[in-house]
């Protein structure tokens, strides 16, 4: 999530599971893509590593240093295609959900990093329809607990 050149550097990176409709957002200092494979990495490192076997980023300049994911935690890294919408509906919908909470006037730099995982929180406990009315958040950990009975 971009916002105005005018508000400086800070951007918010979302990241959302395909399947549970899991939400993670991060803050960005910086719109360049090696800082945010870091914060990536460091963010993606706990769970099981198959539970993060790919990624799929919209096309963007922010995005360009994938190759620090594969290396960092194994994940492949994958590019919608351009102008291909439909592979994009998930995050989109993440993003129109992220912009209801803070204001329109929110400035980008008072958005801390504890202010965006409540906003994780309320997102991933939220019943949704296309989950069987399940929160994000029951169906991630269900596929989690999968995950790992498999590896026992």
Not at 30 to 36: A, G, H, M, N
Not at 117 to 131: A, E, G, V, W
Request: proline share 6%; charged share 25%.
């Amino acid at each position: 999530m971009m916002f105005r050149k005018e508000h400086g550097k800070v951007n918010v990176t979302s990241l959302v599971e395909r399947v549970s409709r899991y939400a993670v957002v991060m803050r960005n200092e910086d719109r360049q893509s090696k800082p945010i494979m870091e914060a990536l990495i460091q963010g993606l490192a706990p769970p099981p590593a198959d539970a993060r076997q790919s990624i799929t980023f919209v096309r963007g300049a922010e995005f360009s240093a994938w190759q620090h994911l594969k290396a960092g935690i194994g994940a492949d890294a994958w590019s919608c295609d351009p102008q291909a919408r439909y592979q994009k509906c998930t995050v989109e919908n993440t993003y129109n959900r992220l912009r209801k909470y803070p204001p329109r006037s929110t400035e980008p730099t008072a958005l801390t990093n504890r202010y965006l995982r409540s906003i994780s929180q309320r997102l991933n406990s939220t019943p949704r329809k296309c989950l069987g009315y399940q929160t994000s958040a029951e169906i991630f950990d269900t596929k989690l607990m999968e995950i790992r009975k498999r590896w026992e």
